[in-house]
Structure formats: structure tokens, C-alpha cells
């Protein structure tokens, strides 16, 4: 996913949370080693995605060198400790092996667990969009804070938390897209201006297909707002003509799927959809994609794939 560079806490840190003269570890004692299985997954952890070649990385160097710098936990009552920060290192020390990792356990309500959270992947900018508005979300939520008050703990201005949170407010697949890096910031703010759910999804589908600059995004939501059926208009107008050797592929291809294909030119890339009816055709179609497979494992292993970017109507390759 493709990460704005916004800058960290402008040097608040996490002395935001609890006033300038706040340390992350008042003096309540020294590192200790707690063992790994003791320790439960940060409730209020806002990143939902990890990524596992950096995770990897991180395991390698655990592996190697340890973890050098200790995770932060608070006790549970009931016994165990709950992850405050640290989670990479702490995962990473699991997937190492590693029966034991040092930390430091301190006293924090579930407010400032849910805070230094937030505050430690923004300070590392490691948050997509979307789980930076889910994050702020529940902080105000949770903890009955206003946006300014939200502000001021996590070093941002209202009015960036704001424009995080109309986000949500956007069509759930549109957020998907959005999470997974398919449309950027840029580009998914100007849905914000369609009402209609079905017509965010079609013109976020049309940005990323066509790959619309965020200036070319607003252009086009400015001609849906004026009319809802331009977008289907301007696919009909614009869609440039195949050549000879596509058209041959196209023809080629439908007659090998026995239903229709068409081959889609983009700016940098083509697009193929492959037309398939009900549940049958679509596996049908899936069986003769992975015909070749050498194993029956890895053919199970590309329907799955496949089956994973498929779409009720139409299959896009």
C-alpha cells in the first residue's frame, strides 16, 4: 500500500497523551522477561495489516540479535499482561520461536492503551487511511473524546481528523480498495460527493481500471454529479478500438471459454473480462484457467486465487 508522508507527531510523541511532563515509563520498575504466551494481542491495535516480507525481515533479525528493545504490557486482573506497543516485536519474537521477550509493565486504562496504539503507528507512519479513521473512530467512540480534544493527544489538526473520518462514509468496497492500496487518498475523496453507493462503487472501479490521476478523479465525479450516466456513456465513447492482433486474441479466447471475452486497452496495461453465468460457469471457467496445473494441490491453490478476484457477473482477469 502506498503510504503518504505525513510527517509523525510533529514532535508531540507520546508525551501528547498525558501532558508535557508524561514519560511512555514512569518508574515502576525494570525490564522484565515475561514468557511470550503470557502476553495478549493489543485489543485496541488499529493496524489490521502486517506486512509478512517486513515480518520476515524482523524475524530474521530477532532470530539473530534478540529483541533489543522491550514491549510495553499492562497487567490483567484476571492474570497475563495485555500488549500495549510492540506488537511487530512481539510477533515476530513468536514466529522466531523465542520462549520469552523483555518488557515493561505498567499501569494504563484501556483510554491510554487505546491512545499509545494510535500514537506508536502514526509516529511510525505505518497506517493505511482506513485504519486511521477506523482508529480515531473509536477513540472518539470508546472514550467520549471530542475531535479536538483527539487532536491535540495524537498531534494532529481537527480538521485532519475530520477528513480521515468522512472516509468511512464511503461504500464499504470503496474502503476495501482504499485499504488495500487499489485507489490512493487522492483518488477516493471525491466519491465522497456521490450519494448513491452502487455509482461510488462503479466511478472507483472506472479510476482504478483506467488508473485516474486524483485531479482526473474529481473531474470525473464533477460529470456524474451532473449526470449519473455518463460513466456508462464515456465507456461506450471512449473506449479505444482493438487492433488486429487483439481483436484475433479476443476471438480466440472467447472461442476457448465458450462465453464472451473481451480484451479492454488501458493507458499502461489491457484488461481481460471473461463473461460467466452462475456458480458452474464460473468454476468451469476456473478448471480450463488452471488446466495446466502440475499438481492438483497447486490447481486447488490458483481456484482459490482466482476465485478470490471474481465478481458475480463478469470474471476479471
Request: hydrophobic share 40%; charged share 30%; glycine share 8%.
Amino acid at each position: 500500500m502506498k503510504k503518504s508522508n505525513r510527517g509523525g507527531l510533529g514532535g508531540k510523541g507520546l508525551s501528547a497523551l498525558f501532558g508535557e511532563g508524561a514519560k511512555l515509563a514512569p518508574a515502576e520498575g525494570q525490564v522484565e522477561k515475561l514468557a511470550v504466551g503470557d502476553i495478549r494481542a493489543n485489543r485496541f491495535q488499529p493496524r489490521a495489516d502486517f506486512d509478512e516480507a517486513a515480518m520476515e525481515e524482523l524475524k530474521a533479525s530477532v532470530e539473530t540479535y534478540g529483541v533489543l528493545q522491550p514491549v510495553l504490557v499492562r497487567r490483567l486482573p484476571g492474570g497475563g499482561y495485555e500488549l500495549i506497543a510492540g506488537e511487530r516485536r512481539l510477533r515476530a519474537a513468536k514466529l522466531a520461536g523465542l520462549k520469552e521477550i523483555p518488557a515493561l509493565v505498567r499501569t494504563y486504562n484501556d483510554a491510554e492503551t487505546s491512545e499509545i496504539a494510535l500514537i506508536e503507528n502514526l509516529q511510525r507512519e505505518d497506517l493505511g487511511p482506513i485504519e486511521e479513521a477506523r482508529a480515531y473512530a473509536r477513540l472518539l467512540e470508546d472514550f467520549q473524546l471530542t475531535q479536538e480534544t483527539l487532536a491535540a493527544k495524537v498531534g494532529r489538526s481537527r480538521s485532519h481528523i475530520a477528513n480521515f473520518l468522512r472516509l468511512l462514509k464511503l461504500d464499504e468496497k470503496v474502503q476495501d480498495y482504499l485499504a488495500s492500496g487499489v485507489l490512493t487518498m487522492g483518488q477516493a475523496k471525491p466519491l465522497l460527493a456521490l450519494e448513491d453507493a452502487a455509482l461510488q462503487r462503479e466511478a472507483a472501479d472506472y479510476i482504478q481500471e483506467h488508473e485516474l490521476t486524483a485531479r482526473a478523479s474529481e473531474a470525473l465525479v464533477k460529470r456524474l454529479l451532473a449526470n449519473p450516466e455518463a460513466l456508462h456513456a464515456q465507456e461506450t465513447v471512449k473506449q479505444p478500438p482493438l487492433d488486429v492482433e487483439m481483436k484475433d486474441a479476443q476471438e480466440r479466447l472467447t472461442h476457448f471459454f465458450g462465453t464472451r471475452v473481451r480484451i479492454l486497452p488501458g493507458k499502461k496495461k489491457n484488461r481481460i473480462e471473461i463473461d460467466c453465468g452462475g456458480a458452474d460457469d464460473l468454476t468451469r471457467i476456473l478448471d480450463l484457467l488452471v488446466q495446466q496445473a502440475a499438481t492438483a494441490e497447486e490447481k486447488q491453490r490458483k481456484i482459490e486465487a482466482l476465485r478470490r478476484v471474481s465478481t458475480q457477473g463478469n470474471f476479471t482477469v
